[in-house]
């Protein structure tokens, strides 16, 4: 049963536009909801995050909107380039229960 | 400087045999995990760790054995018990604040000879 799913494998954007990753999970007790950049053969290395209280959060280039009625997060990438090309992955945690539950990621290929 | 270290960045285990993946953090985090990366796929949780000489099993705990017997390290087993091991190993930490984030390690990638 997956708990937490990307369902877009694959993204491709042009430099300088908007990258928009998904993510829709079915646990209603996810209180927190994360996102992560990874490499091959390396550790994923945290963007950003939002809790439950809040529906939008941002740092920079990177915004996470958050639909809790949906059970729908979407991270925002303005403007896109190269350097992020990556596989994105969101995670969700029950914060009673410090267990993080990741989806299956998104491959971004910011095309220059 | 703070972090995860693990280790050997590579593995090569033989049939029937255990292997063991160290986690060492200098963090001084409580939570400590276990997730398991194959490729073209998510991150599986495997065992996990609040505090302590106490962890819980994640959602493929099989074949594998965990122990926690210091804060600052969290060894993962893969027992021949597991028979499809092959897979890129990651070791995460955690300060169990109520939104505190994982930091992971580098991985390690563990092959079947």
């Known amino acids: 049963d997956q708990q937490v799913k990307q369902n877009s494998p694959s993204l491709s954007v042009q430099e300088g536009r908007i990258s928009i990753l998904n993510c829709d999970y079915t646990n209603s007790m996810f209180d927190y909801f994360l996102w992560y950049k990874k490499y091959p053969a390396e550790g994923p290395t945290f963007l950003i995050s939002?809790?439950?209280?809040?529906d939008k959060n941002e740092d920079g280039r990177f915004t996470v909107f958050l639909n809790k009625s949906a059970k729908h997060l979407s991270l925002h990438i303005v403007p896109s380039q190269p350097g992020d090309s990556a596989v994105y992955f969101c995670a969700a945690s029950d914060s009673g229960t410090y267990k993080y539950i990741f989806g299956t990621g998104t491959r971004l290929k910011v095309l220059a | 400087d703070g972090g995860i270290t693990q280790s050997p960045k590579y593995l090569f285990r033989k049939e029937g045999q255990n292997v063991t993946l160290s986690c060492e953090q200098n963090l001084n985090h409580d939570a400590m995990y276990w997730y398991r990366q194959d490729p073209g796929q998510g991150l599986r949780l495997i065992y996990y760790s609040q505090i302590v000489n106490d962890f819980q099993k994640g959602d493929i705990a099989e074949g594998y054995s965990v122990s926690r017997e210091k804060k600052e390290s969290f060894p993962l087993t893969v027992t021949s018990a597991q028979k499809n091991p092959t897979a890129f190993y990651l070791c995460a930490s955690s300060p169990r604040d109520t939104w505190g984030k994982l930091f992971f390690g580098s991985g390690t990638q563990l092959s079947v000879l």
């Open positions: 939002i809790s439950s209280i809040k």
